[in-house]
């Protein structure tokens, strides 16, 4: 399911419920791709072919990466909101500009919580040994772990391009 045809549709999926919240200025379209995203990455993680030939090192590997992404994020998405915020004519401008779109402050703030809670550090078993190959299982705290980065990074982007998108809508 996660091979060539089916993360096509998902990333088209993904490309026309961002136009369609753009161009009707609805905000049903984030939750329709919440939606989808939860699903998607439940599947994914309680599908034994996902970790086949991944390490609880590389997939820890690859959350603290995310991880990183999201708190670049969240320092150019504060700092924007900080620059908005802090000007009167700016603040106007911005709020009218969301007005217009019907776009609301929830919406506008949820990157920035969203993005957030993948770096609350959560400690988490590493690995158990598995009595019948001696090997170290990835646990099943890994793949929450997993989860949650990989939902909540996939929704924050989503989300962000949906408000840029609705708020730009109104200069074009």
Known sequence: MYKGFWCLLLYLLALVLLIVGAWRQVDRTVYVMAVVFFLWDVVFVRSKDSFEGRSTTKILSHCRDAETL???FIGFYAAV?????????KT???LGACHQAGLSMRLVGAPLVLAAI???FIPVQFG???ATTNKRAITPSVKVLLFVNIFCEKLV???FVHDLLRISRRFF
């Not at 909101?81 to 004519?89: G, I, K, S, W």
């Open 70 to 72: 999201m708190s670049y």
């Open 81 to 89: 909101l900080a620059v908005v915020f802090t000007d009167a004519t």
């Open 92 to 94: 106007g401008i911005f």
């Open 118 to 120: 993948p770096m609350l």
């Open 128 to 130: 158990a040994k598995d």
């Open 157 to 159: 982007v989503f989300m």
